[in-house]
């Protein structure tokens, strides 16, 4: 599962202790294959027989065991083993509570309370191995994405840039200092939980942007020697450097625009860093969003379940 | 317009009024405007506010002058008439309307949101880039699925099942609901077929709270049920004291599960019974190899009465029974046909054994309708429609001496006996060839004394010699009243008590492939084929080619009568 790069560094849990849940897990799914496999109820293998009910009892132990983890990783002064070895026990019993539960309900399914509660606890576990692959795969992604560099120092950076290029931009026509304002204005680092998950991109509008700027230059180069002056299109700090620049205000501007150009190619590969990285990171913790609150419907299953077997005995 | 602008230059200061009376109030970064907003980020002339008439009297028009965004209350624009309360964000500034005091129109508060030197920070702090700033809360999720499943799937069921049920009664006349309750969610799996009208009423059996299904839950209706020991004294000691209904009938198991089906339900037991306590049991660990022979229930004649006792159909005891008759099955059977009332005729079983109405078994044999068109009752063959009644020897001799005394007296033979439940046949009726009655003479010089030899020379014939004597053992040394004693004859019984064969399951068998009546000569031959013709074609379930047989097959469990549970009866109480 584990690939030698990452898993040393993230899956260490996976091997702690010399595999030592995994062990204990493997022996426990064994017993309780070969304890069904020996038992031969005459009514057929369910979760009303005595290996049926000791079974569902380890079971609903090891589910609460198992949310117990969301309260112990929280406890940092607790001395009751280390939190790597609560995680690893943590996976490797999960994953034997799908043969344990199987087994309990000996494969008798319906539209009942008690089917809800096993599929809630396999959707449970199908997340948590989803976690286990993220945090296989993402990190090292994460850790190549970043080079050495910081999601913070990004960040600074596309706030510089922003600053510069809207400076930038004042001095060329208002046209071109909207556009810049309003790409400033519309920078998308990460937003919504699809933004993240998606790593936002506003590659239309930088595309666009681009597209004017590009136009701009070629019109201005094309535009050398035969320079007239629109005081109705330009602005007065425009008109104004133009005045200074006698050289040629042409020139002048097709520099800036070259000069933006340049600072908004920057700014806009480091956005799209930003949000692969916002998005790397999202994965990594989006299958929390479905394993954490599915094991509290979980649990209200599991009441519900053992509840009604009791109560219509 | 007149417009009074409350300027507020920095946070907690307070704010500088300047009144402004201008047609229109324009909004920059421009040295132009009237408002002046130095950020960069804000057009040199961004927006303006115009007085406007409207249905609702002079409003304040604010319209954007640039392509840069406008942004009211949160909301991007291109223009929009202004409210008291409305925020307008342009760049780090924001423009409040205010109430206007009396002599202004419109009132606006202009304030940084924040220094330019804090922006950043500011900017910085309202990026979301972390998953847990999405509003997607984990514990809130956790919670609202905790509730959405524990709602419906404990609080509702539990509401409901404490509810008064529509009908207490644990019965067959139990008025069953309507429809399914929240409660039908427990349902851990379909009922059996038998019980499947309970599906959505639970407390047929489920009738207390968190205590198992008691046997009165099930003998509510089941009330005719016989027990599994034969004897008070076994059925009251373990396993069977304290046995519950609920130990064997498992239900929410499927449609077919209600009865166990597996062997060891019942190897459980009778594997080894050496160990139960005053039952009489060989071991059966199975059908193939360690079922013992049969146990048939045989007649025995014990004076004039028959009991019946039980021999293994190994032993020498269990090759005859007593009936009480003769009856050559071979003879009857013979492929050569026998002599008939329409000549030579070939008999099959059927020809005598009528199968029952669910053909499971068959009718009894009887005189009157299978033996009496060949075997007639005549005694005199000068008046074959004269026929004895069967099954009353002193009706015969009455009837035969009437007879004759009539005809001596009168010369005519006596009409039939009215109400007389005589033989009837046809008038073709056969009469045996070596019959010498054919032949007789007639009657001359007849006389009582004629008419009494007579009479006694065709009851000798009947009784002992023929029309009785060919299915019947006559005996002579009864009183002088009743000379002549027919031996009596066993009604028949089925000889195996233990299990049930169903004829109709076998209808494609031939009755002689497991019934050895073409070579049987005597009645008392038992003709019930053994074990091993039944191991022919039935092995245990999980046989290679035979067909699989469980117990349950052949053997049911409440096949003893109890009146009374066992529980109920005092330990001394005789066997019914």
Redesign the interface.
Known sequence: MASPSSSSAHLGFLRHAGFLWAKVSLWLCASAIAAYVWHAPADGPNGGTWLGYTLGGMGAALILWLLWLGVRKRRYRSTLGSVKGWTSAHVYLGLSLIVIATLHCGFQFGLNIHTLAYVLMVLVVASGIWGILAYDRLPARITQLRGGSTREAWVEEVFDLNEQTIKLADQMTPAVHQRIVASAEKLKLGGSLRQQWRGAVNSKDAAALNTLLKERADTLLRERGSQTFDPTAQSTVVFMAGQLQQAGSGEAEALHVQQLLDLLARRNELVARINRDIGLHARLQLWLLFHVPMSLGLLAALIAHVVSVFFYW | MRVLLHTIAQAGAPATETPLDLPTLRLGR?SDQDVLLAD??V??AHAEITPRKSLLGAVAHIEAK????LWINGRQTSGDDLRIGDVIELGRYRLTVLKARAGFELALQLEERFAAHDE?QQ??KS??????????S??G??????????IP??LL??WF?QQPPASAEISRERTLPSGPGF????????LSSAHHALQND?KAC?VE?????SDASCTGCHSELGNHASSIEVAGQPPFAGQQCTD?H?E??GLT?LT???D??CTSCHADPADRPGAKLLPVKDFTHSHPAFALSLARQDGKNFVWKEFRQDSPEAKRQDTGLKFPHDLHLSPKGIAGPDGNAVLECDSCHTPNADRSGFLPTQMETHCASCHRLDFDAAAPDHELPHGKPEQVVRIVRDYYKALALTGVAPPLPTGQSTVKTGPDARQRPDDPRANAPAPVGRTVAWAEARAETALRDVFERRTCFYCHAVSTDGPPEARWQIAPVAAPQTALKGSAFPHSAHSTENCTSCHAAETSKHSEDVLLPDISSCRECHGDTGAMTETPTTCQSCHGYHSHPLTAPVATLPPAAPAP
């Open positions: 421009g960069l980020r057009a040199l640039a392509r840069l965004p950043r900017r910085r990026l979301r880039m972390d998953l847990q700033q999405v509003g997607v984990k514990r999720w956790a919670w609202g699925l905790f509730l959405a499943v524990l799937g404990l069921p539990l099942a409660d039908i969610l427990w349902n851990s799996g379909p639970c489920h709270p968190f205590a198992q299904v064997c498992r929410h198991n599960g166990p089906r597996e060891a339900a």
